[in-house]
């Protein structure tokens, strides 16, 4: 079929606005490398990006060996996993208390999510570590990991509650109408309608927190932020180490949110707007 003059019209600009997107990208790219060199240059400093690769990992007669900033990364997913996992618990549970029929129940989530949400995750990882660490005997990275999830759990209380609610009301008049217990209803019917909608928001709230995971270094956590300020204070390679850590962090941030991009696509559609 032959283009129509609209449709070529559309094709042009279409493809400009690509082209204007690519050179203002590329032009953001070369003016942060040019800020880079030319305070680099200011301080005269030495640049050893040679060095790099032995501080990611290291092969000795043919066996592998992960660097201090690989055990590093290790320590942020692990410490990522663990509060991602809990943060997802205390959420959810927050969400079902806050729509429980007890007003108690009520007003302790509420509390709860306010109190958490209103104060510095610095101040709460202290609180933590140092009160109610010792009383429960809890390591380092456990106490992160709680503090964390604490944290971030009150951020998910209010995403699944706005997933809940987003389901139509005729969805619960017709679950009720079958005689289901609240829990069946919830189980069979509510959340997993649910999950789709708070998929993309509940991964923005796993991104920030593998980003607030690098607080945890505060605590002498051995995660990669703490690594990397390790290795700066013996090597005085400040630009090099913060650029690969940051690099690091970015992979996984990025990473996440392609596996839930493809996880979203692949989620059946629920009846939820209907």
Not at 235 to 243: A, C, D
Request: overall charge positive; charged content about 15%; aromatic content about 12%.
């Amino acid at each position: 079929m032959k283009a129509t003059p609209t449709s070529c019209w559309r094709r042009r600009r279409r493809y400009g606005r690509l082209a204007f997107d690519v050179l203002a990208f590329l032009a953001v790219l070369l003016g942060l490398g040019w800020l880079i060199v030319a305070g680099a240059g200011a301080l005269h400093y030495n640049w050893q990006w040679y060095r790099i690769p032995q501080y990611l990992y290291r092969i000795e007669d043919g066996v592998f060996y992960p660097g201090p900033l690989l055990y590093g990364l290790g320590v942020t997913l692990e410490l990522t996993g663990w509060s991602l996992l809990l943060t997802l618990i205390f959420g959810l549970a927050a969400t079902l208390l806050q729509r429980a029929s007890s007003w108690a129940a009520h007003a302790v989530a509420r509390v709860y999510i306010e109190i958490v949400r209103n104060t510095p995750l610095l101040v709460q990882l202290y609180l933590v570590y140092f009160v109610l660490a010792p009383i429960l005997d809890l390591d380092r990275l456990v106490a992160a990991v709680l503090a964390l999830a604490i944290f971030e759990g009150a951020f998910a209380a209010e995403i699944f509650r706005a997933g809940i609610e987003a389901i139509p009301k005729g969805q619960w008049e017709a679950a009720r109408s079958l005689g289901l217990s609240s829990l069946a209803v919830y189980r069979l019917i509510i959340l997993p309608q649910a999950i789709r909608l708070v998929l993309p928001p509940l991964t923005g709230l796993a991104v920030s927190l593998i980003k607030h995971s690098a607080l945890v270094s505060v605590i002498a956590v051995a995660d990669l932020t703490t690594e990397g300020r390790n290795l700066i204070a013996d090597t005085f390679m400040t630009f090099e180490l913060w650029f690969t850590v940051a690099a690091l962090y970015l992979a996984l941030t990025v990473s996440l949110s392609l596996v839930v991009s493809v996880l979203e696509r692949r989620l059946p559609v629920h009846g939820a707007g209907h």
